[in-house]
């Protein structure tokens, strides 16, 4: 599992570190119309996992039974921030099915998003799971054991019931057999499934798409697409890049993130899937370049929306003075970009 | 500027993430013993040039002026935690120079070693420049201006006669010309020079050995190698693994860390030095593992040595509930390696 260098992290004249990355973009056939690095090697697709996760909660009619809207679907597909809106509803979807904080299994860890974490800890009170910013792919497993007549105790073991009813839905999505997935456990401890990038791109080809599909799954995945396009900010929260692509385009790309560097976009107006992967698990500041990159060659993204989201195409590098001291740019070679947005912080050890 | 796979991250049965790393050991003749990837492509040395710069300020005089001992010297020297006896170290060096934290250009940021950081964020108190890691450094440059007769304001830019007599240290320290190096600025804001892996193991190579060096610059790297070896908690701190390497080997490897993924060592026993780049900047998970595996196959750690390092060496992969799911080995290819030390924690996002 090796790419090909395609972000840049420039420090004066020179490239101080490179992030290599593998990606695939396909059509709903199954036509590879890009590639780069490996794109045949399992990859963890990790939380961009999460829409079809998402959309097997509402293929089992567990959304339907408790009445999650938009933003239940939305937070149920997202790495969300800890903000207290994101655990506001998590709180309010366990509610719904008469389960609290305590049946979740995810862990607690404090709020994704600094200025969040400094509000909860200046409150002096403690992280809890509903932080976590699995909390609502949680509350809908949850709410899908309860709506299944399974038993929530133990939701998170690979041969509990809903994850074999889970792990069949993300099967069918990327055309694979489930007994042939690797699996391993994620950070938030439910199991986690291995697809190689062509077949994680085939899935989101399809999200984008809804074609090839089962009506019934096609239904669901409608469902949670729709949720993200209408609630971006539930996908992810503020400053994140999920729920600025989503939002700047307007819900033309409905895309997700993944921990170690993972991403997935469903391209509506193309009809196409692109998953990619910083082979080191860079995620933090390689994937949003990267992402903008294959998404500008792809033609998927207009100039204006890729200017609006230019804090991600093309972060600055800033020390801790805040003085701009690099830059971070995507492409098959380091390039000439000279704008100026604003950036990142790093010090020096 | 890229390198060959070398670090391993797995969970569960597949190789999830690979960082690749450039690294060279060279004895004081520049003799290449070892090489891994580009070893002549030039890399910001980072915070590894501080052994050399904290040199430039006892061959200056400064550091017997003001009485600097074995804290003094290593605390310049470090990337130190702001734990509280960094920030004592760093404010008596001040103090003894008749300035104050004003004098610091290194710009504030909470302490790096996170009980530390917290117990600042609970007493109400705000970090202040004295707690950036680089806080020594910086004490020890302002302290070389005062003994120097120049004016400590603008000790940052490069055309400052201060960082000219750095520089001109340490290109004598890697056998360059100091016009000839790639200066960008550092996350602390002073300049930061690069020089090819081949260049800085040479330099850690007349660090372990003192050989090839001008008599002054040897008393200098002997007095700052001695004060690293006495003091290894003042180089980093509480968990950091240049003080762990350092204290584990008796002072008989002296190492230094720098941004971005550089790691630098002295090995005094086989008269080596060693320098490598994890190549994507992955320093913190990367650097420990792969900097234990090269200094293994180097034959400078002890089989004892190495098993007391086993936290840094081989760390496990936690998650956010405490359960190991993977683990980090390097290595030429993925190994087997089965035991089960401490280890990190990550999320999903």
Chains 1, 2 share one sequence.
Do not use: W
């Not at 090796?2 to 420090?11: A, L, Q, S, Y």
């Not at 709020?111 to 699995?134: D, I, K, V």
């Not at 791109?201 to 599909?213: E, P, V, Y």
């Not at 492409?331 to 604003?342: F, N």
Request: aromatic residues 6%; hydrophobic residues 50%.
């Amino acid at each position: 599992m090796d790419g090909v260098p395609f972000v840049f992290v420039r420090r004066g004249d020179l490239v101080e570190s490179v992030h290599r990355v593998a990606a695939c973009a396909v059509d709903v056939r199954g036509t590879v119309v890009y590639e780069l690095g490996d794109i045949d090697a399992p990859v963890y697709l990790r939380s961009a996992a999460k829409p079809f996760i998402a959309a097997a909660v509402v293929e089992s009619g567990a959304a339907a039974r408790f009445g999650f809207g938009a933003r239940e679907l939305a937070t149920m597909a997202a790495s969300h921030n800890g903000e207290p809106a994101h655990v506001d509803v998590a709180r309010g979807m366990l509610e719904r099915i008469g389960l609290d904080v305590s049946a979740l299994g995810c862990g607690a860890h404090p709020p994704s998003y600094e200025p969040a974490a400094a509000a909860l800890a200046a409150s002096g009170r403690q992280p809890t799971a509903l932080h976590n910013n699995c909390s609502g792919k949680h509350a809908g497993i949850l709410a899908m054991c309860v709506h299944l007549g399974l038993d929530p105790a133990g939701y998170l073991a690979l041969d509990h019931p809903v994850q074999t009813r889970i792990l069949a839905f993300c099967a069918r999505a990327i055309d694979a057999d489930p007994a042939s997935l690797p699996v391993g456990v994620d950070g938030c401890g439910i199991p986690v499934f291995a697809a190689p990038l062509r077949a994680a791109a085939l899935a989101f080809a399809r999200f984008a798409t809804l074609d090839g599909l089962a009506p019934g799954d096609a239904r669901a995945l409608e469902r949670v697409r729709a949720a993200m396009a209408a609630e971006p900010f539930f996908v992810g929260g503020s400053e994140r890049f999920d729920s600025a692509l989503i939002e700047v385009t307007g819900g033309r790309i409905v895309c997700k993130a993944g921990a170690e560097g993972v991403h997935g976009d469903a391209l509506l107006r193309e009809g196409l899937g692109l998953a990619l992967k910083v082979t080191d698990g860079g995620a933090g500041r390689a994937v949003p370049p990267a992402a903008v990159a294959l998404l500008t060659s792809l033609g998927a993204l207009e100039p204006a929306e890729r200017e609006a989201l230019g804090t991600f195409a093309a972060p600055v590098v800033r020390n801790v003075a805040g003085r701009i001291v690099g830059r971070i740019e995507a492409g098959l070679s380091p390039g000439a970009d000279t704008r100026e947005p604003a950036g990142t912080s790093y010090g020096c050890a």
